[in-house]
């Protein structure tokens, strides 16, 4: 399987994973004309995409969802409360909504997409397992804390794409007002680095072959710190550690890695 990050972090999130014979994209928080020319990249059209999943309705995560809607006829899958928002807030989504249970597999026939729910501050959020020809791939991000049912998802999979959104110490001592930094440090806001080291390092020991840091915040954390706190968990392990950029693209494809 392959995945291919598109956007990571507060300002969008986007990213294309193909297995099994198809494509589909996780989240549309960029333009569409952006997400237009980054498929345009992998030789792709947004027509030749066999599905949209959305992970909740924040608008890093849908932005450019209503405008390729109108262009393009693709599919969008998200769990109940997640569905309802986008047919009350996305023009002409309606029409192309699917619901999906949480934690009840979607075949995409070769392709099989599995939702779960991911503690955040919205009505309800989800990260999505994928799984095709043996192989998985999974993705949990905008979550304040880990679950069980995260870890279960999670685990096994040779890919993940998860949080390292802050690191504490910048955030505790950054110019954000008292009430944002409560939401961020809440159980229902967002991971640090520190709770990203012991998830990598957990899931790293249940088989994660790559490890991808993705929703870093531009002002509460750096590539260099969450990469150098993430790999201190890492040590005992051969996994492989990436981290997302916020623009530009990141492919990761069994041990290829590519910007």
Same mark, same amino acid.
């Given at each position: 399987?392959?995945?291919?990050?598109?956007?990571?972090?507060?300002?969008?999130?986007?990213?294309?994973?193909?297995?099994?014979? /198809? /494509?589909?994209?996780?989240?549309?928080?960029?333009?569409?004309?952006?997400?237009?020319?980054?498929?345009?990249?992998?030789? !792709?059209?947004?027509?030749?995409?066999?599905?949209?999943?959305?992970? @909740?309705? @924040?608008?890093?995560?849908?932005?450019?969802?209503?405008?390729?809607?109108?262009?393009?006829?693709?599919?969008?899958?998200?769990?109940?409360? *997640?569905?309802?928002?986008? /047919?009350? &807030?996305?023009?002409?989504? &309606?029409?192309?909504?699917?619901?999906?249970?949480?934690?009840?597999?979607?075949?995409?026939?070769?392709?099989?997409?599995?939702?779960?729910?991911?503690?955040?501050?919205?009505?309800?959020?989800?990260?999505?397992?994928?799984?095709?020809?043996?192989?998985?791939?999974?993705?949990?991000?905008?979550?304040?804390?880990?679950?069980?049912?995260?870890?279960?998802?999670?685990?096994?999979?040779?890919?993940?794409?998860?949080?390292?959104?802050?690191?504490?110490?910048?955030?505790?001592?950054?110019?954000?007002?008292?009430? !944002?930094?409560?939401?961020?440090?809440?159980?229902?806001?967002?991971?640090?680095?520190?709770?990203?080291?012991?998830?990598?390092? *957990? !899931?790293?020991?249940?088989?994660?072959?790559?490890?991808?840091?993705?929703?870093?915040?531009?002002?509460?954390?750096?590539?260099?710190?969450?990469?150098?706190? *993430?790999?201190?968990?890492?040590?005992?392990?051969?996994?492989? !550690?990436?981290?997302?950029?916020?623009?530009?693209?990141?492919?990761?494809?069994?041990?290829?890695?590519?910007?």
């Amino acid at each position: 399987m392959r995945l291919t990050v598109f956007a990571s972090g507060s300002s969008g999130n986007c990213a294309l994973v193909q297995g099994g014979g /198809r /494509r589909v994209l996780l989240d549309a928080g960029i333009s569409a004309k952006r997400i237009k020319t980054a498929l345009a990249g992998e030789g !792709l059209s947004p027509d030749g995409l066999d599905g949209i999943f959305i992970t @909740h309705e @924040h608008s890093d995560h849908i932005a450019g969802l209503a405008v390729l809607l109108k262009q393009f006829p693709v599919p969008v899958y998200a769990p109940g409360m *997640v569905a309802e928002a986008l /047919r009350r &807030s996305v023009p002409g989504a &309606s029409a192309y909504m699917r619901d999906i249970p949480l934690e009840r597999p979607v075949d995409l026939d070769g392709l099989t997409v599995t939702a779960f729910s991911t503690p955040h501050d919205a009505p309800q959020s989800a990260g999505y397992r994928l799984e095709a020809e043996g192989q998985a791939l999974a993705l949990a991000t905008d979550t304040g804390c880990v679950t069980d049912v995260m870890l279960e998802y999670l685990s096994g999979a040779e890919t993940v794409l998860i949080e390292a959104n802050h690191d504490e110490a910048m955030l505790r001592c950054g110019p954000y007002p008292a009430y !944002l930094k409560r939401r961020i440090l809440s159980d229902r806001g967002h991971l640090s680095n520190g709770e990203c080291t012991w998830l990598a390092s *957990v !899931l790293a020991h249940r088989g994660a072959e790559r490890i991808v840091l993705g929703h870093l915040s531009r002002q509460n954390n750096a590539p260099a710190l969450a990469r150098q706190a *993430v790999s201190r968990g890492l040590e005992s392990t051969r996994a492989q !550690l990436f981290v997302a950029p916020e623009l530009g693209r990141l492919e990761v494809d069994g041990a290829l890695c590519c910007i």
